[in-house]
């Protein structure tokens, strides 16, 4: 997989009962998570978020215990008694917040990233932040030119996991019709939508003009070199 993202998560646990639950296996086998949701769900439990790592056989859990009808210790009693569950452990989140230690930080291409609010760009607007995210968009064309050699439109959907907005993309003439959109878009951050675009289409010698604002979508038309299928 290409793109591997992991996000770390965060819980407020003040006035709630947040559990960890570490599950070990005994054995992987089909409806494992199923019967684990069923008991937490029986006993009024809300799971938050589960993770399984099969090759560890271990399955990771954060769950709200706040409206159940039975204790931690009795849910955890009811899940050993499961064939395949060798040992649970848990531990009760007391912090106000709690940032599960267990997930890493946000990667794209497996490579560590830094997330920015998209509002700290736009107060931060200038011909630094607009190279940084043309600079950006250049290394992810480099990247799509490396692996397939010329230019395919569906690349262009990079600029969406990058966190840009929804794209739309539409082969018309030969040249290719992107729209990017997104809640509230502003003038200030259609100028990130295309410096992002303008550094994609400098590895396929393209070019990018600015087909202007419409209902929250930034409408882009892109001529490249290699956009013929």
């Known amino acids: 997989m290409m793109f591997h993202r992991e996000l770390s998560m965060m819980y407020e646990a003040g006035n709630r009962t947040i559990v960890e639950l570490i599950i070990r296996l005994s054995e992987d086998r089909p409806g494992i998570l199923a019967a684990i949701s069923d008991v937490l769900a029986e006993n009024g439990v809300n799971i938050l978020n589960v993770s399984f790592n099969r090759l560890q056989k271990m399955i990771h859990v954060v769950a709200d215990f706040t409206n159940s009808v039975s204790s931690i210790s009795d849910v955890e009693g009811m ?8 040992d649970v452990m848990e531990k009760v989140l007391n912090n106000d917040i709690y940032v599960l230690a ?15 609010d998209h509002d700290v760009l736009e107060r931060q607007m200038g011909e630094q932040v607009l190279s940084m995210v043309r600079a950006m968009g250049r290394k992810d064309g480099e990247l799509m030119l490396g692996m397939y050699s010329t230019f395919k439109p569906n690349e262009l959907y990079v600029a969406q996991l990058r966190g840009l907005g ?22 200030n951050f259609s100028r990130v939508i295309l410096s992002y675009l ?18 929250s979508c930034l409408r882009i038309k892109l001529m490249m070199e290699g956009g013929k299928q």
């Open 79 to 86: 899940l050993r008694k499961l064939s395949f569950i060798y």
């Open 102 to 116: 267990t997930l890493s930080i946000p990667t794209f291409n497996n490579n560590y990233v830094l997330a920015v």
């Open 198 to 215: 303008e550094g994609f289409a400098e590895p396929f010698n393209g070019r990018v003009q600015d087909q202007g604002l419409e209902e």
């Open 166 to 187: 929804r794209v739309q993309v539409q082969i018309m003439d030969g040249s290719v019709l992107v729209r990017v959109c997104r809640e509230n878009l502003t003038d």
